[in-house]
């Protein structure tokens, strides 16, 4: 069963003030009713008003009984717990986009099968996480912050493309990444699900594992450890290697470094995978999510604040129309 609680209870002493709204509606009303006897041509005065007289307007005050709460909710910071399967972790996919994830061992490259693996993982895993997308080569770019928005996520995937200049800087991007990560404790987003023991952070690395330029490995691992960030290394192809696709280029082979790849992962906490084909890519992200049953929140503050607000406009469109008095 749904529990709720709120971030900040201390705005919920404002429910007192509905018993004065009540009794000021009703004051209200019986001062209209004195004006209106006033008037002997009742019927004349409905037709201009499109409403009985000395109707009550029960409808009008209820409607702005919820207003109030739901204003009031909104600055409490309502928060609905509930039971379901969510991640223990908040991740960033790390996708290498160099030129060396060109090669064809894996269909129809090495980039295009990290990328629509990393579709599927986004669509598997929904809004039970936190995502971000990092692509590198000699610099690493942050494509979109963790979000639990699927549309925004496969939008940006889609989007991405191999940079065919530069080498692999491993490291800066195991660094950005951890940085991205740690800025979602800073963010405090409305809508993203939070468990009640905070999320775990983690890399998942995709790339052929050949760092050729910028920061030393070392230096991004230390610094995963030091920021208490899990990286995930997923291999991509084969280490027999593949020549580059698309590209103009004679006798010149890529190869996974599976040594690299699995210290980087060990050193972290994290696990390393071989992937030759798209189904292992695959696979290594069911395992790398491990899903679990447990309380998870959601927090609806400003969902409520967007209610008020179209409250109050269907509130103002009524008091112009149906409930609209005379001068």
Not at 47 to 63: A, I, P
Not at 102 to 125: H, K, M, W, Y
């Amino acid at each position: 069963m749904p529990l709720i609680t709120f971030n900040n209870p201390q705005y919920l002493w404002f429910f007192l003030f509905i018993p004065l709204l009540v009794a000021g509606h009703f004051f209200a009303l019986k001062y209209s009713r004195k004006k209106a006897v006033k008037f002997a041509n009742f019927e004349a005065i409905a037709r201009v008003t499109h409403s009985h007289v000395l109707s009550k307007n029960y409808f009008l005050l209820v409607w702005r009984l919820l207003i109030i709460i739901s204003v009031v909710m909104s600055a409490a910071g309502t928060v609905i717990w509930y039971v379901g399967e969510t991640s223990d972790f908040d991740f960033v996919i790390a996708i290498d986009s160099s030129t060396s994830m060109l090669a064809a061992d894996l269909e129809p490259t090495r980039f295009d099968a990290a990328r629509n693996s990393a579709l599927s993982f986004v669509g598997i895993l929904g809004r039970k996480a936190n995502i971000g997308i990092v692509t590198f080569a000699t610099t690493s770019s942050v494509e979109i912050e963790p979000t639990i928005s699927t549309a925004k996520l496969k939008e940006v995937l889609n989007g991405i493309d191999v940079k065919r200049i530069g080498g692999t800087n491993l490291g800066d991007a195991i660094i950005t990444s951890s940085n991205v990560l740690l800025d979602i404790s800073k963010a405090d987003a409305l809508y993203e699900q939070r468990q009640i023991h905070g999320a775990g952070k983690a890399i998942i690395l995709l790339t052929d594992g050949q760092g050729t330029v910028g920061k030393e490995i070392n230096e991004g691992v230390k610094y995963a450890q030091s920021s208490n960030v899990v990286v995930h290394t997923i291999g991509i192809g084969t280490e027999e290697g593949s020549l580059f696709a698309e590209l103009n280029v004679t006798g010149l082979k890529t190869q996974l470094d599976t040594e690299g790849l699995k210290n980087i992962a060990e050193s972290t906490g994290g696990k390393f995978y071989t992937a030759k084909n798209n189904a292992e890519i695959l696979q290594a992200y069911t395992e790398i999510v491990a899903l679990d049953t447990k309380p998870t929140a959601v927090n609806i503050s400003i969902p409520l604040m967007v209610l008020a607000f179209l409250f109050l406009l269907v509130e103002w469109l009524l008091l112009n129309t149906k409930y609209a008095t005379l001068p």
